[in-house]
């Protein structure tokens, strides 16, 4: 599945690469409201609770987790489903692109 795979990793000593990045995406992050995870133990069950009963209460949720176990699109989810394969590479090559 595409090139991700053989992307280098990045180490960055500051927040700034990712802001310059938020910012050439519109700053998506300021456009919805969001929870976020964080500890040793437990994040991907608490996550996982949370977007469910956020769903049921009629919210449209998306859940990010990670690491993955099979594929890379198992760390997205928009109402329960795992983002297409389609779609996850379209999102890449657009942030990829800035």
């Known amino acids: ?10 180490s960055w000593t500051t927040l ?5 990045l938020s910012s050439l995406l ?3 992050h300021l456009k919805f ?5 964080t500890g040793t133990n437990g994040k991907g069950t608490v996550t996982t609770k949370i977007a469910e009963a956020l769903w049921l209460e009629g919210f449209v ?3 990010y987790t990670s690491p993955h176990i099979e594929r890379f699109t ?3 989810k928009v109402n329960g489903e795992e ?9 890449a090559e657009d942030v990829l692109d800035k």
């Open 1 to 10: 599945m595409y090139k991700i795979y053989s992307l280098p990793k990045f």
């Open 16 to 20: 700034e690469p990712v802001f310059r």
């Open 74 to 76: 198992e760390w997205i």
């Open 83 to 91: 983002i297409s394969e389609e779609n996850f590479i379209r999102i």
């Open 61 to 63: 949720t998306g859940l």
């Open 26 to 28: 519109n700053d998506p």
């Open 33 to 37: 409201w969001s929870v976020h995870i």
